[in-house]
């Protein structure tokens, strides 16, 4: 791969730390889909299965407030733990807020809070068990001291249901353009594989990668799905957030994931169907299989390259799941 697509590969997602949303909307690991199980080719599909239904499917956080923590400034809604997701809202006048989330393996995720007084998701994306939530304000510099802290014992009903619902890195409500297209697109698929197939070739032929926006995005930044459709341009985290949006409102896990692709920090996405269950490490469909499912580079006009750069999905290290 050339060092100009490293770089820009690694300035696209520097943004990748960061959060904000006007409102609320609402397993790790898996094994790698071996190829020489090869998926249904269209036809054979149409005469042994029904047309799927494309009906969008938007599942809606809500903060009930049946079980939820709290101070002056903060509020930590977990009344629908259950549902794999917990609601977090900031009422303080720190401009420099962060949310820290443990999960029961250990794991730290790290996101920035709104200034904005409302609701935002958050999954529980390591499945069931303890949770530690610490929101953070900002002392001065890089200094941060804990504004109020909560353990959450955690028993999810669907191990599928943090990559269903909406959340902060993957937003969007009923109402958005990327449900309404996502509709679109599966609309006469036989299954979700075909489903995903899809709308999967529609992120990557429809939008190109922008160059400028990856030198140019603030820390803390957070994809908007409809203004990537409409603009037609994007990073590799608006990639991964506009596919997964599509993907959940059609009623098909998507797990948009975080880390490391060779050295360069990058977003991609890994789906669940159940013909064949999580396909891991994926990026282009051929009409029989699939090699490495990551719309950022399926996307790039020196795809070759990338191919023998990605290889069998050995360099991808996922770090964190959303």
């Not at 958005?176 to 697109?185: H, I």
């Not at 979700?192 to 529609?202: F, K, M």
């Not at 299989?289 to 996922?318: C, E, H, Q």
Request: hydrophobic share 35%.
């Amino acid at each position: 791969m050339s060092q100009k697509i490293i770089l820009a590969i690694v300035l696209c997602c520097l943004c990748l730390c960061g959060c904000k949303k006007d409102s609320p909307s609402g397993h790790a690991g898996g094994p790698v889909f071996d190829n020489s199980s090869a998926a249904i080719p269209a036809a054979e599909a149409q005469a042994k299965e029904p047309v799927r239904d494309s009906t969008p499917d938007v599942l809606v956080p809500a903060a009930d407030g049946t079980t939820s923590y709290g101070s002056d400034t903060v509020t930590i809604d977990a009344s629908h733990t259950d549902q794999g997701y917990v609601m977090v809202r900031y009422t303080g006048n720190n401009q420099k807020v962060k949310l820290q989330i443990e999960t029961p393996k250990g794991d730290t995720y790290t996101y920035l809070l709104s200034q904005n007084h409302e609701y935002e998701t958050f999954p529980l994306s390591g499945g069931n068990g303890s949770y530690s939530l610490s929101v953070l304000e900002n002392v001065e510099g890089d200094m941060y001291s804990v504004a109020f802290a909560q353990d959450i014992d955690t028993a999810i009903d669907d191990e599928f249901l943090p990559f269903l619902y909406p959340n902060q890195y993957v937003c969007f409500t009923a109402g958005s353009d990327a449900v309404s297209l996502g509709e679109e697109l599966a609309e006469g698929m036989h299954s979700d594989l075909e489903a995903v197939e899809s709308i999967y070739h529609y992120v990557t032929s429809h939008i190109t990668y922008d160059t400028e926006k990856a030198t140019s995005v603030s820390y803390g930044y957070l994809p908007d799905v409809d203004e990537t459709l409409s603009t037609g341009k994007g990073i590799c985290f608006d990639y991964a957030a506009v596919t997964a949006a599509m993907l959940r409102s059609q009623k098909i896990p998507t797990r948009l994931e975080i880390g490391y692709a060779g050295e360069a920090y990058h977003a991609w996405i890994s789906v669940y169907v159940e013909e064949t269950g999580w396909i891991d490490n994926i990026i282009e469909f051929d009409g029989s299989s699939w090699s490495l499912m990551d719309p950022t580079f399926a996307a790039s006009t020196n795809n070759r390259d990338l191919k023998k750069f990605i290889g069998d999905g050995s360099n991808y290290v996922v770090k964190y799941y959303y």
